[in-house]
């Protein structure tokens, strides 16, 4: 059906002629096709361009009158016969490249996607400077071809029970009592027909369910909702609040509509009639007390497809005039408590709004945004996209997909309670119009698995590793923990859109890692792998130098044992050797002593940080172990007698080495002793 009418709105079409002059051939003058287009007339307006084009020789003006036929065929959904007539544009040699683009939109419509990307990249050669709105386009496109066989996102059907031979739309949720949709079928309460469609005005339906023992069931037919909301004009697009009692609807005067095709055209100078936003309360079975929302204001401006937050606080809705982006944007109004009514609208910016329409907004959550929009790249006509965000600042959208989105219009979406099931509205190729499906979200399994490794640093190699326990956390720290078989195996079931962190741990064994995983962005199953690396522990701290004859510890030596303590305190089972060292000069009795004492001050330090005094085994090993060849041996006469300070100094030093990884504290080995007895 057409989109216009699709969006309860007044559409004016504004067409441009590059070199067209006012003419007239029996069929009709181009003025008169311009005040039909205006009038949405269109099929009135492709036979005088036709007439125009077959009694003309020249090929610019072939191509003009194929052009204004394909896009009045495109605006009447007649896209099969206007991919022809683009066709022919191009093939007289319309020089706007807009032509691909157009027939790109057509071939979309019908699902010719192979036919549509071929076009995009004629496009792009043909205009260099806009390129960027073909490849996007084309990235869609060749996503959806690439994904065919794929995983399924949805399963989809016609909701039959819903649908009439007309137009069934809008679907929304009221809570126990059924689902909301609108619709122009026959059983519309109002007498008139509109006379953009041929069709009666719409109005608001509700399908219930019957219960047979302790299934339910839908059952048909869906009536009109009672009370004062149906009216003769056009009614639809509801949402209600959270306890079902409150409903905001869109209502438009269709006054103008009905008449204006009349040959007189008598109303033709009168302001446009304009579509805006309700709220209509429930008394009993019946909605009452309609009333117009304060910010729908301006009569020059359509107000429709309002959605009301989970809270009641919010109302995003689509609306067209001064400030939007192109076509029809998504505004937000807060309720205001104090005054009990709604804020003016603040249009809801670049990350949401296009230069093409964004409508029939819808909240899953706070922070969840569904809506559709045929100004961002998608599969043809209106699609289903949804943003994350709250107030006014939202993400870029995500696009749905098949066999949510199709060629045609998509729009409309609302979820059951348990956010996997759901419906929405389609006029998707081969149907009868505007119907109402529903789709279930299947459920997508995302794993973690992998391999515990230690790294044995000798024969250089990867040894699996029972036992360890490897623990998942998420980002709001909820843990998780498994332990390795005798492969030294582990795997986690995930949650879809969650980002973790996971380490393996084994006691007498280095911590891997922190790895970092994520199922953001995944839309399919998959297995992530993420294997974990633990090693032995060697540690050799060097870098605690003496002064000359003292066992002080300095600043910088300090520093280096508070690094350590961090390391200690990790791994409670390590037992450390404290080894200290002098250079050559003194007695090796007195360097003995001295070295010991040195060992001692490092061993004070770390006990009194309450590193336990068991863990910690303090060596002198005097002048034995030099490091460089600065020896004052045999009777001080040796190499180091001509050594430097800096040189002597080098030797005056302690290192720190694990000895073993079994220490057991005394209360634990007290712990023990009471568990075994």
Known sequence: MNKCYLLFLVCLVGIGFSGLTSCSSGGGKIEDAIKDEKNEMYHDAIDIYKSLYSSTHDRAKKAEYAFRIAEDMRLNRDYVHAEGWYTKAITFGYKDPIVY??????????????????????????????TATAAAQEK??????????????????????????????APVLLKKEGLVFTSDRQDATGKKIFGRMGLKYSDLFILTKKKTGKIEKWSG?????????NTDMNQGTATFDGKGTTMYYTDCNGKFQADRNAKDNKDKDKKMPNCVIKVATRK??????????????????????????????????????????????????????????????????????????????????????YFSSDGWPGLG?????????????????RHLKAPLN?????????????????????????????????????????????????????????????????????????????????????????????EYEV??????????????????????????????????????????????????????????????????????????????????RASYAYNDSLSLARAKSVM??????????????????????LLNNCACEPNDVGPGKDCTEEQHQINRRTTIKILRMDFVSDKEKQEQKEEDK
């Not at 994904?147 to 909701?159: E, P, S, T």
């Not at 037919?221 to 909301?229: F, H, I, Q």
């Not at 996209?385 to 959208?397: E, I, Y």
């Open 284 to 369: 009993g079975k019946d909605w009452s007390d309609p009333q117009i929302l304060a910010f729908c204001k301006d009569t020059s401006i359509n107000y429709g497809q309002p959605a009301i937050s989970p809270d009641g606080n919010r109302l995003i809705f689509s609306m067209n005039g001064p400030g939007t982006k192109g076509g029809h944007d998504l505004y937000l109004s807060n309720f205001v408590k104090r005054g009990k009514t709604w804020s003016d609208p603040v249009n809801l910016g670049d990350n949401i709004n296009t230069t093409g329409d964004e409508v029939y907004p819808y909240f899953l959550n706070d922070t969840t945004l």
């Open 381 to 397: 006509g209106l699609d289903l996209f949804v943003s994350t965000g709250q107030g006014d600042q939202w993400s870029k959208p």
């Open 503 to 584: 380490i393996g741990k084994k006691k007498n064994y280095f911590n891997s890692n922190k790895e970092h995983v994520t199922t953001v962005g995944l839309e399919c199953s998959k297995d992530l792998n993420q294997d974990l690396d633990l090693s032995v522990p060697i540690i050799s701290v060097h870098g605690i130098l003496y002064a000359l004859n003292s066992a002080e510890l300095r600043p910088e030596s300090k520093q280096t044992l508070d690094s350590l303590y961090d390391v200690m305190k990790s791994y409670p089972y390590m037992v450390f050797e404290i080894g200290s060292h002098t250079d050559c």
């Open 406 to 498: 199709s060629g045609g219009d998509d729009f409309g979406i609302t979820f059951d309670d348990n956010k996997t099931t759901g419906y929405f509205a389609s006029n998707r190729p081969k149907s009868r119009g505007d119907d109402i499906y529903s789709f279930t979200v299947p459920p997508q399994t995302f794993t973690l698995s992998g391999l515990a490794y230690r790294l044995d640093t000798i024969a250089k190699k990867r040894v699996p590793l029972p036992g360890t326990t490897v623990t998942l956390t998420t980002k709001n720290k909820k843990k998780f923990t498994a332990t390795t078989d005798k492969q030294g195996y582990y795997k986690f079931v995930l949650s879809d859109n969650m």
């Open 101 to 130: 683009l157009k027939l790109v939109d057509v071939q979309k419509m019908d699902e010719k996607y192979d036919d549509a990307i071929a076009n995009l990249e004629t496009y792009k050669k043909e205009s260099p400077k806009d």
């Open 604 to 625: 004070d330090y770390m006990v009194a940080k309450g590193i336990d005094k068991g863990r910690l085994e303090p060596h002198g090993y005097g002048e034995h172990f």
């Open 221 to 229: 037919p869906a009536t009109p909702l009672t009370g004062d909301v």
């Open 140 to 169: 869609v496109l060749k996503e959806f071809l690439n994904d065919k066989g794929g995983c399924q996102l949805y399963f989809v059907d016609n909701f039959k029970v819903a649908n009439s031979p007309q137009n069934d739309y």
